[in-house]
């Protein structure tokens, strides 16, 4: 274990991160992005879906200046302001004879699958929500464009650097889809405990870096009728899955969820996870409110904003999302998960860092070298800060938040980035690979959480759907090794 | 040529709703039991055959048999609720008034009574999904629990209890069903001449005499209807399963129905084969019930 006293050198340089980012808010933070990168293996595998990169840096793809370009965006909790206002323009910009068709939808999967089977889809697709297509499957029917040229192109702002160095490396892991560079993660959130630093300043309380501190903190705060913790058992219950997924890497290393992400034989029932589950279990049964498990997360939020509840497990979107009812009191701060055991693998401060918000270009559409161009406009200084400043969140773009006035939130979450330094927790990928398996968990969650079930029974139930989805042919397997 | 012209004219008119309802209906239906035969992931261009792994994947399934057990529990309980609640209003409202067996009219402010009962049937399910979320809701804003712990009580969790769940669901169909079917049975009971319960009356038949006597048997057909529609109703509840408990058949599988699952297996998960397995597995479950009820109920009709 490593102390905050001690600096290595890799820390002092996070160090220097730190003052970019006070210089430059997110300078730091997202060069700090530690999922460690070495994805930059291109895979040529693909000739179908593979478009060539010409020499010339300014239109690298060659697109035809005189397409026209389909874009389709989740309209969701980003809404579609920063595509309308800020991207497209950029690209009507660099191609004006370019007319653009812009489409916004909450219904992705619906609207679009059936465009895709018949070969006709649009050229850059934002794949988000609850109706979002299934990637995996697309990419198994060659409809996804291979964004390894567009990693490897000259970026937009320097002809003399690659896309993939101007962007966190997690992008390049994550791109992968069967070996194959095919999807564009946009965002940076950052996932731990989510609490009111007004609150604590108030009470004079301070963070618990303990398990022991975190539970006599609830004692204290149910005195006040506070409750330690709590999570949505409505619409929201996979907060919680992450949030004991994260404890068990913890608890044990991220390789516990690489292990879960690849099937590994009985990577449920290793002793972290049950560790994690049964630590989270004794929180809900002496400091939770079983009220919780028919709330959902809006109402959860709210609760919190009331300050009904300390901690929340959730991602630095949250300011965001309740961004009209937060009082003045309140001020969200993230809090790293406490040490669950005294030789928990990863340090006290470690928190989750992921990309997210996926973009992919459609392969067999009109304008596939369009749909690339746009991508790499998106990864542009100018493109990601606008679009830092229509959503309040990050991008991926180093560097790109440079400037921008960020929420409170995202400072905190920062600061709690440079903190961790490289204890990173990883995110689960099995969550978007294994659907139906991810699902169950969360189903499970809530079982265990309500003490119908034990962590014990958690583990085994859950790693039974785990080995059926593995030995399921159909399903199309991932892996990955960091 | 008189033949053709005549029957050319009937298939001229015929011609359009039977296409609309070839392309709309009957072809989807023979779509799905097409598909339940592959293993397409709805993106594919060909489908690959499989042949009937898809079923044989049902009988493996815990969740798919939680659904059943839960559509039977709905198809003893629904019907069966909801046509004894709705004949006993609409019997209030049509012939529960006056002295005893003697007008043939409701009970007072039952012209009333009948809009208002059938307020929840204009509601649209979604509404009442919501609706039902905030009675219902676990805590102190809940409308019942509110009520609840007001009054010094432990709140309960209507929504989140295993043995609660599935009976705060039906009441929640049987709230919004029976305002139609007291409207449905009134239409009925108008239907029934008045003389008979007059000669009823006045042989000294009392309400429940006249009720079980007469009102029923003679209300047999629109009875049975009625069961048809419910017990079709009793295989569905999609839109408020989903907004009241969510799509994982939450808690603990007790809100498991198959129209959740063959949505969400479809558009959640890419198996459009076994989706549509399920599908065809609830068509016949669907077909079963209504041919088994009209058949096992059928009677000679009465003519009056």
Not at chain 1, 36 to 62: E, I, R, V, W
Not at chain 1, 377 to 385: D, F, P, Y
């Amino acid at each position: 274990m490593t102390h905050p006293g001690e600096i290595t050198r890799r820390q002092l340089l996070r160090r220097i991160g730190l003052t970019a980012f006070v210089a430059g808010p997110g300078a730091g933070l997202l060069s700090a992005c530690a999922t460690a990168g070495g994805g930059g293996t291109p895979s040529s595998a693909a000739p179908a879906t593979t478009l060539a990169a010409s020499a010339d840096p300014k239109n690298p793809f060659g697109v035809d200046p005189n397409k026209p370009l389909e874009v389709t965006i989740f309209s969701g909790g980003y809404t579609d302001a920063y595509a309308k206002d800020i991207h497209e323009p950029m690209y009507k910009k660099a191609f004006p004879g370019a007319s653009i068709k812009h489409n916004a939808t909450q219904q992705i999967g619906i609207q679009l699958r059936p465009r895709f089977v018949s070969g006709d889809a649009p050229d850059v697709v934002n794949n988000s929500g609850p109706e979002s297509m299934d990637l995996v499957a697309l990419a198994g029917q060659g409809h996804l464009a291979d964004l390894s040229v567009l990693f490897d192109a000259p970026s937009y702002d320097d002809p003399g650097k690659k896309v993939r160095d101007t962007v966190t490396p997690a992008v390049i892991t994550n791109a992968k889809i069967d070996g194959k560079d095919l999807v564009l993660n946009y965002t940076v959130s950052h996932r731990a405990l989510w609490y009111n630093a007004r609150l604590f300043e108030q009470k004079g309380w301070t963070v618990p870096k303990t398990w022991a501190e975190f539970t006599a903190l609830g004692e204290l705060a149910k005195k006040e009728g506070i409750l330690l913790f709590a999570y949505p058992g409505q619409v929201g219950p996979y907060y919680q899955t992450w949030n004991v997924l994260y404890t068990a890497a913890k608890i044990g290393g991220n390789q516990v969820i690489i292990d879960i992400d690849n099937l590994v034989d009985n990577a449920w029932l290793a002793d972290p996870v049950k560790k994690a589950v049964a630590a989270w279990v004794d929180v809900q049964t002496k400091y939770g409110d079983k009220a919780y498990f028919g709330l959902d997360h809006t109402q959860t939020q709210v609760k919190q904003l009331q300050n009904k509840l300390l901690f929340y497990p959730t991602g630095s979107w949250i300011e965001n999302e309740m961004v009209k009812d937060i009082p003045d009191d309140f001020e969200y701060a993230i809090a790293p998960i406490p040490d669950v055991t005294p030789t928990d693998a990863m340090p006290y401060g470690a928190i989750q860092v992921g990309v997210g918000e996926n973009f992919v270009v459609g392969a067999k559409g009109k304008n596939p070298q369009g749909g690339l161009e746009y991508l790499r406009i998106m990864l542009s200084k100018e493109g990601a800060k606008g679009f830092t400043e229509k959503t309040q969140n990050l991008t991926v773009v180093n560097g790109a938040a440079e400037g921008v006035d960020l929420p409170a939130a995202l400072r905190s979450a920062a600061k709690a980035q440079d903190a961790a330094g490289q204890n990173i927790i990883t995110d689960a990928r099995f969550e978007g690979w294994y659907k139906e398996l991810f699902d169950y968990a969360t189903e499970q969650i809530n079982v265990v959480m309500a003490g119908r079930s034990t962590p014990e029974e958690f583990c085994a139930n859950v790693q039974k759907k785990a080995d059926e989805i593995k030995k399921d042919s159909k399903v199309s397997k991932q892996t990955r090794s960091e | 040529m008189e033949r053709l012209r005549k029957y050319g004219f009937i298939a001229g008119f015929l011609a359009v709703p039977v296409i609309l309802y070839s392309v709309f209906v009957i072809s989807p239906y023979i779509q799905a039991f097409q598909i339940s035969l592959t293993d397409w992931d709805g993106y594919a261009a060909n489908l690959n055959y499989v042949g009937l792994e898809n079923f044989a994947k049902l009988f493996d399934d815990d969740a798919f048999w939680q659904a059943l057990r839960n559509h039977g529990i709905l198809l003893l309980v629904l019907p069966l609720a909801t046509i004894v609640i709705a004949l006993f209003f609409s019997f209030l409202i049509n012939l529960g008034g006056g002295s005893n067996g003697a007008g043939m009219r409701g009970i007072w402010g039952s012209k009333f009574y009948r809009v208002v009962f059938f307020f929840p049937q204009v509601l649209a399910v979604a509404v009442v999904g919501v609706l039902f979320k905030a009675i219902y809701r676990p805590d102190e804003y809940g409308v019942v629990n509110g009520a609840l712990i007001k009054l010094g009580l432990d709140p309960v969790g209507w929504l989140v209890e295993p043995g609660l769940a599935l009976w705060a669901v039906i009441a929640v169909m049987i709230w919004q069903a029976v305002g139609f079917y007291v409207v449905l049975f009134s239409a009925g009971m108008a239907a029934i001449p008045k003389d008979y319960f007059e000669a009823a009356a006045l042989d000294g038949a009392g309400r429940f005499r006249l009720f079980f006597s007469i009102t029923l048997p003679l209300l047999r057909d629109t009875v049975q209807v009625g069961w048809v529609y419910l017990g079709i109703a009793a295989f569905d509840g999609f839109a408020l399963i989903q907004v009241l408990a969510g799509d994982k058949g939450e808690p603990d599988g007790t809100t498991h129905v198959l129209p959740v699952q063959i949505w969400k297996t479809a558009f959640n998960y890419s198996e459009y084969g076994y989706a549509s397995a399920m599908g065809v597995a609830l068509f016949f479950l669907t077909v079963t019930f209504a041919v088994l009820t009209l058949r096992t109920t059928r009677r000679e009709r009465i003519e009056y």
